[in-house]
């Protein structure tokens, strides 16, 4: 069964001479959250293939760039700032403090909580992912000018911030 689906003017189809050999993917492409999911998925894999040597996935980055940004960071901070349950953040704190790029320092108001830190060796792998994943996006986005990957950005940001 064929549906007809109204698209909006100029919106891309997939036909017998698209690179999916011939699977329409028009419905698709007109839906916001599968065209993000794909971009999603290509920045991944950008991410994962420019630092796999660094041993850093995209959570870990986020951890030691906000800890590098942040000195002193709680875990719940972090929990709350990338969304993710506090299990889930232990494992991730623990393993980048064995690898010697974390270091927990009692917070100075908060007698109950830690503070986490950028050891040397932390500050030094974040400098080295911070300038790699910028490089990463900047090839990654070529085909978008340095205005419209802002405008990329503030929309982006408009949703999952709303």
């Known amino acids: 069964m064929t549906r007809a689906v109204a698209m909006p003017e100029g919106a891309p189809l997939g036909g017998p001479t698209g690179p999916n050999g011939g699977v329409r993917t028009d419905f698709l492409h007109g839906l916001l959250g599968y065209n993000a999911r794909r971009t999603s998925l290509h920045l991944v894999a950008c991410f994962v293939r420019d630092l796999a040597d660094l041993q850093l996935k995209p959570v870990g980055f986020s951890v030691l760039c906000l800890v590098g940004h942040n000195p002193g960071i709680t875990s719940r901070q972090l929990c709350q700032t ?33 503070g986490l830190h950028l050891t040397p060796a932390g500050e ?39």
């Open 124 to 162: 030094s792998l974040l400098a080295q992912a911070e300038t790699r994943i910028l490089a990463s996006e900047q090839q990654a986005c070529a085909g978008l000018s340095p205005a419209e990957q802002a405008t990329l950005q503030q929309l982006l940001q408009k949703i999952y911030l709303a």
């Open 82 to 114: 990338l969304d993710i349950q506090a299990p889930n953040l232990v494992g991730l704190v623990s393993a980048l403090t064995e690898r010697g790029c974390l270091q927990r320092q009692p917070h100075p108001t908060d007698g109950r909580a830690w």
